[in-house]
């Protein structure tokens, strides 16, 4: 639409409709916990129908991602799904649950790729065992992820977006945290985005990454117990002098799975309160 040429149908004021995401079938690999379980909410509050896979079994009551799913039910009149699959050897399941969830709603808008794992290792005394895990779950995990949603659309013929999270550590080495191969795991991330964007683009379908620096979730609470001079440490190493929460990242995962990003593709949104910028 050109700036000259008027919208056919008016829109109430404060509301952006490419931003709405109601009745689209959204996939959240990692979606139980953590950064994916928040995204997973947000996508919920936007209108979106969202299938989690997870390797762990669905959250007990009384967890938050059981509160999310009671919300979507009661509240935001859209709903939540669980499938217990792994995604690095899971991969048939991963294509027998991605065609289930096209065959039943006829449709799979999008994927949101949050399933990873990190592993703080000297270099020196990484195992070839250990550093085929974590690029088994954080690289080739994500691809098979993509791959099983890519093929539905492809099948149904339909566009779509896919978001994958990759982190500041694929650009840059942390200063002070030992991790060679997770920071190489995400660096591998942004590239593969970049090339599926290229591939899948004529395809109608979007993929995009988001790279947080660092949050502040549960499992980094106990790190600080271990480690308590990164908790003061960390903030000082951005622009914003604070430590991200999975919240921060609510907004970015809805514009990019949403219409709002429609001519955005192969690109990283950087969100790292300028951790990367000095």
């Excluded at 096209?102 to 020196?124: N, S, V, Y």
Aim: net charge neutral; hydrophobic share 40%.
């Amino acid at each position: 639409m050109s700036a000259l040429t008027p919208r056919a149908t008016p829109i109430a004021p404060g509301v952006l409709p490419e931003f709405g995401m109601k009745g689209k079938v959204i996939v959240v690999s990692g979606g139980a916990q953590g950064l994916g379980v928040v995204q997973t909410e947000a996508l919920l509050e936007a209108g979106a129908i969202v299938h989690v896979f997870d390797r762990q079994p669905e959250p007990s009551a009384g967890s938050y991602y059981q509160e999310v799913a009671r919300r979507a039910k009661e509240e935001l009149n859209t709903s939540l799904h669980y499938h217990q699959v792994d995604v690095r050897t899971g991969v048939d399941k991963l294509n027998k649950i991605s065609e289930e969830i096209a065959e039943k709603h006829g449709r799979l808008d999008g994927l949101l790729a949050a399933a990873g794992i990190q592993q703080e290792t000297p270099a020196l005394e990484y195992t070839a065992a250990d550093a085929d895990r974590l690029l088994g779950v954080n690289v080739t995990g994500v691809l098979m992820t993509a791959q099983a949603v890519a093929r539905q659309m492809v099948r149904l013929g339909q566009p779509g977006s896919m978001v994958l999270i990759a982190s500041m550590s694929g650009t840059i080495a942390n200063k002070g945290l030992i991790c060679p191969v997770y920071n190489a795991s995400k660096a591998a991330v942004i590239q593969l985005a970049r090339n599926l964007a290229m591939e899948w683009g004529v395809k109608g379908i979007r993929v995009n990454t988001i790279s947080p620096g660092y949050i502040v979730t549960d499992m980094v609470q106990k790190l600080f117990v271990e480690y308590p001079e990164r908790e003061t440490e960390w903030p000082k190493h951005n622009m914003l002098g604070k430590l991200s929460r999975p919240e921060d990242y609510r907004g970015a995962a809805v514009f990019l799975l949403s219409d709002a990003s429609s001519f955005m593709t192969g690109a990283d949104l950087r969100i790292d309160g300028g951790h990367t910028a000095w």
